[in-house]
């Protein structure tokens, strides 16, 4: 009797443990692509035999009550990644119409819904951009508060709104006043002021890694006009404000200090490819080593410095940024413009080269990429499909729009 109690005590944990794995594995898998409710079961056997055979092993129907079944799509551990999956087989025809559940609720749709900034009412504010319809609408405004950048998070659930309640040029510098951080939880339908950033002559944001947003804000001391002092603030994915870090700089010994350069990601996320820039005699070269056939070629070939370097998801596409420059007469001075470059790295040929504008902002999506389109009298968006080479939709808003933000 004693030899039953020991085992059963000591099966007890080990089944709570697997238990415990398996609840917390259908957590993390509990999104899924709706295609459809039906009356009759003989109804959505007939409309999923109809379905492309590729979409048959995942399917599933689920009985919700007497005359009512719903039809399934795999199980996804996020929005976003149902999403991706659903919007890729909508763009290849395979489905017509879905909609992205969570636990057999209707939840939003991360991937197929695209946060932006343009103006509303006037005052920069943050819009959301759909995939499927092409329509888009105010997600974020608040009176007295005008976006400076909105930052998408890497795990596509949040955004992070840094606003002013006004800001401009004045007696030659730049001046913002009354700077906020706002945490957006998308899913959620919340909204959240997460710190107050007070006055100053400079902000900017940058990602320091994929979990950690830096908001620094730049001020001139109050007791020595000859120093400027820079306060940064670090956000986790949650909103949490991390340790306060302040630092000062010398005008006349250290110059103002200038946002730091963004470095190109050279390593691609498979780990398959790396690019390198060579420059030599006013030129930069391009080149990609393919570490799986032990190869490196040339690609591309540019008069313009590299300014940004970054990959597709899945490691298969590069994207190049050169730094705009004017091409004009000394007569007659044009605006600056640079280059941009997609890179089919498997094939390891240039796609497709966009020149003519200023090329600032890119927000790599799945195999979707956004990506701002700049000029003195144009800030418009592209959506555009590498592995098809097309430009899918072009966003144009009165009063022009941007991915992070508008032009200052």
Known sequence: MVRVVLIVAILLPLLCTESSKNNSKEKQNSYSIFLGEFKKQDKVEEFRSSLNPILWDELRIEKIYDRNYNLYYGKYSSSFE???????????????KYKITRDGKPTLDEYANVLFV???????????????????????????????ALNHSNDHNSAFITTAHRYGIQSGMRYIYDARVF????????????AILGNGVQIYTLWENRDTLKVNITFIDSVKSGIVVQKIFPFDLKGKLGEIRIRSFDLIRDGFPAPPKRFPTEISPNNRFRFREVSSQGESYIYLRDFNEKSEQLTVSTKRKIRDGRWSDDGNYLYIITEPESVGSKKQKAEPTGEFFIIDAVEKKLVRTFSGFRYENLLVHGKLLFFDERSDQIAQIKVYDCKRDKILHTISMFGGCGINNLPM
């Not at 149902?82 to 017509?96: D, E, P, R, V």
């Open 118 to 148: 343009s103006r509303y009412l006037d005052r920069p504010s943050v819009f959301n951009f759909n995939l499927i319809t092409k329509q888009t609408e105010v997600e974020w405004s608040d009176f007295g508060k005008k976006v400076v």
């Open 82 to 96: 149902a999403g991706k999956a659903a919007y890729n087989f909508y763009s290849n025809l395979l489905i017509t």
């Open 183 to 194: 945490l957006m939880k998308r899913e959620e339908e919340q909204n959240k002021e997460i």
